[in-house]
């Protein structure tokens, strides 16, 4: 479980990006960041994992402090914390297991790692995390070679190859195609439902987060602002969120996709805690 208590980031200019921040995220709910640009939500997963220093508050793991460690004991913990990331990362010259196999590192030796030497225990979840993930044929393919889509399934497979009991994910779908980013999301939510994976998704695709996740937690100049199931995000919360604007009319434009697009306004409806449509 992964518990934020009195979280807080002020920077160096005396800009603050998290204020008091307290919310607990158990195993196995996947619980989607929303917010405008400059909101804190992409501080906050960085405080999560360490990339970004606290200036307050706590950062609980299953009971370990995250932010009290250091050095080794760092990166011990980050083991546990898998990340997928907007724009891929991968080692595009390098295939697909050698990918998602980069996942171990931080279980191989040195030498292991730079030779490429896994074990096959390694070897055998990976290719079980490609079957999964709808790539087990492109193994062996190079990381150029794949679309967007192949791209976030690789970064998928790379981040539970680690065995983490939470997972960080940021803006999975924000170069996706609409057919691919609810295919993206929804393979996510499978995922870590079936593993008791805690996930946080940092997403500005609120419909998305509408249709998939089980919670939303909103954030508004680095306050929390919202926390509660998908139905109760309506033309009010948004607007504690977001701001004036009139949701009631806004519209998504049909783009290719194997189902229609309803508009917002009809989206806003509730549709159940944790539904996939």
């Not at 909101?39 to 997963?45: V, W």
């Not at 913990?77 to 990918?99: D, K, P």
């Not at 980013?181 to 870590?192: A, D, K, P, T, V």
Request: with cysteine; glycine share 10%.
């Amino acid at each position: 479980m992964l518990k934020l208590t009195g979280l807080s980031k002020r920077y160096d200019t005396g800009d603050l990006a998290l204020s008091d921040i307290t919310l607990e995220v158990p195993a196995g709910q996947v619980m989607a960041l929303i917010g405008p640009s400059g909101a804190g939500k992409s501080t906050l997963i960085r405080c999560v994992n360490r990339l970004v220093e606290p200036t307050a508050g706590s950062v609980m793991l299953d009971g370990q402090d995250i932010t009290r460690v250091r050095g080794a004991k760092l990166r011990q913990a980050r083991r546990q914390i898998g990340m997928i990331f907007q724009n891929h990362a991968l080692v595009e010259r390098l295939s697909v297991m050698e990918n998602v196999l980069s996942g171990r590192l931080a279980y191989t030796g040195f030498w292991r790692s730079f030779l490429r030497k896994f074990p096959s225990s390694d070897v055998k979840q990976a290719l079980n995390l490609l079957e999964r993930v709808g790539l087990e044929t492109m193994f062996d393919k190079r990381g150029d070679a794949l679309s967007g889509g192949q791209k976030q399934r690789v970064g998928i497979a790379r981040a539970l190859v680690q065995n983490p009991k939470l997972l960080l994910v940021d803006e999975p779908t924000a170069s996706l195609d609409p057919k691919t980013s609810r295919q993206i999301m929804r393979l996510i939510c499978e995922l870590c439902r079936e593993q008791q994976l805690a996930a946080v998704i940092n997403i500005h695709d609120v419909v998305l987060a509408q249709q998939f996740v089980d919670r939303v937690v909103g954030l508004r100049a680095g306050k929390l602002v919202f926390d509660g199931p998908p139905s109760g995000l309506n033309e009010k919360t948004l607007t504690d969120i977001y701001g004036e604007e009139d949701w009631s009319a806004a519209g998504t434009e049909q783009e290719e996709s194997d189902e229609p697009v309803a508009s917002t306004g009809e989206l806003l409806k509730p549709i159940g805690q944790g539904s996939h449509p």
